[in-house]
């Protein structure tokens, strides 16, 4: 069974860089893509970004600037850097593998993409 | 647009069957997944693709969709389905992950 798991520093201070790993233990790391998400408290899901096994990364438009995901294949590894952190960056930030895909039903194309793997989740508190 | 809108808050009385939807313009052409989520844990996908559920999903729980909104189905809900539950897909172009604002579901 494909589990995740994550570590990262949970206290920095505005301005610094925010950085997690996720390892994936007992699967395949190709054929997926490689996601970071995060919730403030209180809040909803924030999707952050991906990485597939090529290293092809996609991101949120509204954290592009700050984020860079890279992979280590020969670990099964995928990394997160967000750069200038502040107090709206403090959440639960959760690593998560993907799985999209396209078919037909009845004559009519349909696409699909879930996340059926999640790590436990790493509290980031941004604080001066 | 990119978005995925759900209604904040929903309730149901126990045993009773209750419906949870998601409102995009990428549903037009995802099938939308669905994630509960209960207080301090991880989400946990129950629904994806056409109407699938992953192992250990109880079948009461099931998904639909028509046109720009999908729906997730709880027939005869339980008290451990009270919970947050979150709807996901790409977007339209298929080059980003959005999610649903999250459905806090009471059960009464």
């Known amino acids: 069974q494909v589990q995740l798991q994550q570590w990262g520093a949970g206290l920095l201070k505005p301005s610094e860089t925010l950085s997690l790993t996720c390892a994936v233990y007992?699967?395949?790391?190709?054929?997926?893509?490689w996601s970071w998400i995060r919730q403030p408290p209180g809040k909803g899901l924030e999707w952050i970004g991906e990485?597939?096994?090529?290293?092809?990364?996609s991101y949120n438009p509204s954290l592009k600037s700050r984020v860079t995901i890279s992979v280590d294949t020969s670990k099964n590894q995928f990394s997160l850097k967000l750069s200038s952190v502040t107090a709206a960056d403090t959440a639960v930030y959760y690593c998560a593998r993907g799985k999209g895909g396209s078919g037909s039903y009845r004559g009519v194309y349909y696409y699909y993409y879930y996340m059926d793997v999640w790590g436990k989740g790493t509290t980031f508190t941004v604080s001066s | 647009s990119s978005e995925l809108t759900q209604d904040p808050a929903v309730s149901v009385a126990l045993g009773q069957t209750v419906r949870i939807t998601c409102q995009g313009d990428s549903l037009r052409s995802y099938y939308a997944s669905w994630y509960q989520q209960k207080p301090g844990q991880a989400p946990v996908l129950v629904i994806y693709g056409k109407n699938n559920r992953p192992s250990g999903i109880p079948d009461r729980f099931s998904g639909s969709s028509s046109g720009y909104t999908a729906s997730l189905t709880i027939t005869g809900a339980q008290a451990e389905d009270e919970a947050d539950y979150y709807c996901?897909?790409?977007?339209?172009?298929?080059?980003?992950?959005?999610f649903g604002g999250g459905t806090k579901l009471t059960v009464l």
């Open positions: 996901n897909s790409r977007d339209s172009g298929g080059n980003h992950v959005v």
């Open positions: 990485i597939n096994h090529s290293g092809s990364t």
């Open positions: 007992g699967g395949s790391f190709s054929g997926y893509y």
